[in-house]
Structure formats: structure tokens, C-alpha cells
């Protein structure tokens, strides 16, 4: 598993490509899904995934939809329209990022 200070940057942009691909999803099964691509590797703690999720949802990127279930509520998320847009600049930022990593770890320039 990756230390939290590692993975807490990629967190928003991994939450908003999962439910981007998907109709709608609930914080749970975000987690798991998490869990299950990167098979462990990547774990998102309630703490962590809820704030975002809140802060999403302020910002307009994330609607809202509750359903319930017996006595439950299940909150599902789904990206609104102008989220479209933030997904694709998080997006290019983070690939752009990630291309900069590469260059610092993957090159021989730092041994010169």
C-alpha cells in the first residue's frame, strides 16, 4: 500500500475519473472500486474520500442523489455537467505532472 502522503494529491482526480465513468456512485463503492483496481495499493479512508467528495459537491463538479433503501439513505454522486470540464483540466494537469515526474526519476540528467 502507497504511505497516505504519497496518494493525497491524486486523490480528487482519481474520485472524479471513477465516477465519471460511471452513471453515478456512492462513497463506499468508490472505495472499493479504489481498492480493487489497484488491488490494495491504493486505499481511500472515509476521512479522506468525504471531504472531497463535500467539497466536489459545493463547487457544483458533483450532484447528488439519494436513495433509500429500508431505513438507510445511499447518497450517490455523479458529475454535473460543468464537472465535465474541471475532470478534463484535472486530467491534463495530472498526465502533465506525471510526464514531469518521469523526467526527474527516469532520466540521467541528475547524474551529471
Keep these: 500500500m502507497y504511505s497516505k502522503e504519497l496518494t493525497k494529491g491524486t486523490l480528487l482526480p482519481i474520485i472524479l475519473k471513477l465516477i465519471s465513468e460511471s452513471d453515478k456512485m456512492y462513497g ?5 472500486k479504489v481498492k480493487e483496481i489497484t488491488k490494495g495499493k491504493i486505499d481511500i479512508s472515509e476521512g479522506a474520500l468525504y471531504p472531497i467528495l463535500h467539497k466536489l459537491e459545493a463547487d457544483g463538479i458533483l450532484e447528488t442523489e439519494k436513495v433509500f433503501l429500508g431505513k438507510r439513505v445511499r447518497k450517490y454522486y455523479q458529475i454535473t455537467p460543468s464537472g465535465k470540464l474541471a475532470i478534463a483540466e484535472i486530467t491534463t494537469e495530472l498526465n502533465d505532472f506525471i510526464n514531469t515526474l518521469q523526467l526527474i526519476f527516469n532520466s540521467n540528467a541528475l547524474k551529471s
Excluded at 28 to 32: A, D, G, L, P, W
Design 28 to 32: 463506499y463503492e468508490i472505495t472499493q
